[in-house]
């Protein structure tokens, strides 16, 4: 054991100053964390230690032998071992040189091998970075369409019912209720002011060439009275346009037959297509009409149409549109713009394009339907069943009234209405909706629902006038408004 450590330190001390140069280069060349410890190394049965010396002076120009040691492991001890531990080897220093520029001059390829795999890596990074953007992008549109629809479905025709009231370029309206309502008494107690002079044209609205009796009780009252009444022969359920060209040319040819002018009553979609029909062939009918009464007309639109028809609102959900275009365009024959042209939108892209003659006197009338439950026994004579001769000493036919809750279906729309959105409405069209704006607006008290117009009830009470009568006045207040217009204008151009 002494020998040994003799040896080893006479082999260590042979050039001192060339083994801190070499441990320095190691120090250098190796980091030392990653430096492996010799006392941990298994050393099986010998450890072979070659080391090189330089000589110290330039003189020293042979060069050294080289001892090969040789010992057994098990002869190391602690002591020997620490001293081992810091033995400089020239071998292991150009072996870590040779290492070190094999690295060297393999790093650039190792560079360019790192650079593409990264540049790879980034390229597949940005692409899946953009999927990533464009399917948030995705999410979030979607997610605003769909709170956007439900904004629409909650929301539906809360800002389009009377549009035409905040409308800043439309007339203003003038109250004329207290005229009619003395009128009306008038009528009642027998008093009648219409003349024969003008031809009285009443147009039904839609869905009336279903209803036998639409319109039927007030023509045959105006012709007990002398006066000549027509109900206008059009297809109730074509678009406005279509049905304004067909008024057109009834208007014209009951003008060319009887040289009088027609003074016009419209119900409902009626009152559209006959306010159409004045404000595109104008030009042509100014001499020939007299004025223009509408009676519970949508003329700013309904809430019905449109709810029905706009996306995102009852239609979508209860497949109601396709099964009202069936019934529209299948079962009745008709044209599914009947309705559309009722919606907000169409009205307004009307409306902005084709006024109202200001020249021409128009009265419009609007009602609120009752609610309360006496109205679910109110019933409607809307047609006669003719049955064959019965075993009769008269022999004659017998007719059986067909009769329908109406007034119960208006009813239970209006509550619809009122409770949505809060509006009064005759059950189909809202009070502010059926105002015209420049006319003269009747608003009773009276409890009316959208078919009270056109079809008898069962229910009435005399003392309270009926549909005829009501039609009386309000042609009468409207003759009375043209009268005082045609006055104004002649002070005008005097």
């Given at each position: 054991?002494?020998?040994?450590?003799?040896?080893?330190?006479?082999?260590?001390?042979?050039?001192?100053?060339?083994?801190?140069?070499?441990?320095?280069?190691?120090?250098?060349?190796?980091?030392?964390?990653?430096?492996?410890?010799?006392?941990?190394?298994?050393?099986?049965?010998?450890?072979?230690?070659?080391?090189?010396?330089?000589?110290?002076?330039?003189?020293?120009?042979?060069?050294?032998?080289?001892?090969?040691?040789?010992?057994?492991?098990?002869?190391?001890?602690?002591?020997?071992?620490?001293?081992?531990?810091?033995?400089?080897?020239?071998?292991?220093?150009?072996?870590?040189?040779?290492?070190?520029?094999?690295?060297?001059?393999?790093?650039?390829?190792?560079?360019?091998?790192?650079?593409?795999?990264?540049?790879?890596?980034?390229?597949?990074?940005?692409?899946?970075?953009?999927?990533?953007?464009?399917?948030?992008?995705?999410?979030?549109?979607?997610?605003q369409s769909l709170i956007e629809r439900a904004r629409r479905t909650v929301r539906g025709s809360a800002d389009d019912i009377g549009w035409l009231q905040r409308d800043p370029g439309m007339p203003p309206v003038e109250d004329g209720t207290d005229r009619?309502?003395?009128?009306?008494?008038?009528?009642?107690?027998?008093?009648?002011?219409?003349?024969?002079?003008?031809?009285?044209?009443?147009?039904?609205?839609?869905?009336?060439n279903h209803g036998p009796l639409y319109f039927v009780d007030t023509k045959v009252s105006f012709s007990k009275m002398g006066l000549t009444c027509h109900i206008a022969k059009i297809h109730s359920e074509s678009s406005v346009e279509k049905n304004a060209?067909?008024?057109?040319?009834?208007?014209?040819?009951?003008?060319?037959?009887?040289?009088?002018?027609?003074?016009?009553?419209?119900?409902?979609?009626?009152?559209?297509?006959?306010?159409?029909?004045?404000?595109?062939?104008?030009?042509?009918?100014?001499?020939?009409?007299?004025?223009?009464?509408?009676?519970?007309?949508?003329?700013?639109?309904?809430?019905?149409?449109?709810?029905?028809?706009?996306?995102?609102?009852?239609?979508?959900?209860?497949?109601?549109?396709?099964?009202?275009?069936?019934?529209?365009?299948?079962?009745?024959?008709?044209?599914?713009?009947?309705?559309?042209?009722?919606?907000?939108?169409?009205?307004?892209?009307?409306?902005?394009?084709?006024?109202?003659?200001?020249?021409?006197?128009?009265?419009?009338?609007?009602?609120?339907?009752?609610?309360?439950?006496?109205?679910?026994?109110?019933?409607?004579?809307?047609?006669?069943?003719?049955?064959?001769?019965?075993?009769?000493?008269?022999?004659?036919?017998?007719?059986?009234?067909?009769?329908?809750?109406?007034?119960?279906?208006?009813?239970?729309?209006?509550?619809?209405?009122?409770?949505?959105?809060?509006?009064?409405?005759?059950?189909?069209?809202?009070?502010?909706?059926?105002?015209?704006?420049?006319?003269?607006?009747?608003?009773?008290?009276?409890?009316?629902?959208?078919?009270?117009?056109?079809?008898?009830?069962?229910?009435?009470?005399?003392?309270?006038?009926?549909?005829?009568?009501?039609?009386?006045?309000?042609?009468?207040?409207?003759?009375?408004?043209?009268?005082?217009?045609?006055?104004?204008?002649?002070?005008?151009?005097?």
């Amino acid at each position: 054991m002494g020998l040994f450590a003799s040896m080893l330190k006479w082999e260590i001390s042979f050039d001192g100053a060339s083994s801190k140069s070499a441990a320095s280069g190691i120090d250098h060349a190796l980091n030392r964390e990653s430096r492996p410890d010799i006392r941990n190394i298994d050393l099986k049965a010998f450890v072979n230690i070659s080391v090189e010396h330089s000589p110290r002076g330039s003189a020293a120009s042979t060069p050294l032998a080289q001892e090969l040691v040789d010992f057994p492991y098990a002869a190391i001890d602690s002591t020997s071992s620490t001293e081992i531990d810091h033995i400089p080897s020239n071998r292991i220093h150009l072996t870590s040189v040779e290492t070190s520029n094999a690295s060297t001059s393999a790093r650039p390829h190792m560079h360019d091998q790192i650079s593409g795999t990264s540049d790879g890596v980034l390229s597949q990074n940005s692409s899946a970075l953009v999927e990533s953007n464009r399917t948030g992008q995705s999410g979030i549109s979607m997610f605003q369409s769909l709170i956007e629809r439900a904004r629409r479905t909650v929301r539906g025709s809360a800002d389009d019912i009377g549009w035409l009231q905040r409308d800043p370029g439309m007339p203003p309206v003038e109250d004329g209720t207290d005229r009619f309502l003395e009128i009306l008494d008038n009528i009642k107690h027998g008093v009648h002011k219409l003349p024969n002079s003008v031809v009285y044209l009443l147009v039904p609205g839609l869905f009336s060439n279903h209803g036998p009796l639409y319109f039927v009780d007030t023509k045959v009252s105006f012709s007990k009275m002398g006066l000549t009444c027509h109900i206008a022969k059009i297809h109730s359920e074509s678009s406005v346009e279509k049905n304004a060209r067909e008024l057109k040319e009834y208007i014209e040819e009951i003008y060319w037959g009887s040289q009088k002018r027609v003074l016009l009553l419209g119900h409902s979609k009626g009152g559209v297509d006959a306010a159409a029909a004045l404000s595109l062939y104008w030009s042509d009918l100014k001499d020939k009409v007299a004025g223009l009464a509408l009676a519970q007309s949508p003329y700013g639109g309904t809430p019905i149409a449109s709810d029905l028809l706009r996306e995102g609102q009852l239609g979508d959900y209860v497949n109601l549109r396709k099964l009202t275009e069936i019934l529209i365009c299948k079962v009745l024959k008709g044209d599914m713009r009947a309705l559309e042209d009722l919606t907000y939108e169409r009205r307004r892209e009307f409306l902005k394009e084709h006024h109202l003659p200001k020249e021409v006197p128009v009265v419009s009338f609007r009602t609120e339907a009752g609610i309360s439950p006496a109205v679910l026994a109110t019933l409607s004579h809307v047609a006669h069943a003719e049955l064959p001769p019965l075993v009769t000493p008269a022999g004659e036919c017998t007719k059986l009234p067909v009769v329908m809750p109406l007034g119960a279906a208006m009813a239970a729309c209006a509550q619809l209405t009122q409770v949505r959105y809060g509006e009064k409405s005759d059950g189909l069209v809202t009070c502010r909706d059926a105002e015209v704006p420049g006319s003269v607006v009747v608003k009773p008290k009276r409890k009316l629902d959208h078919a009270w117009m056109v079809y008898s009830s069962l229910n009435d009470d005399p003392s309270e006038g009926d549909a005829s009568q009501v039609c009386e006045a309000l042609l009468t207040l409207l003759l009375e408004i043209g009268q005082k217009k045609m006055h104004e204008f002649a002070m005008k151009e005097e």
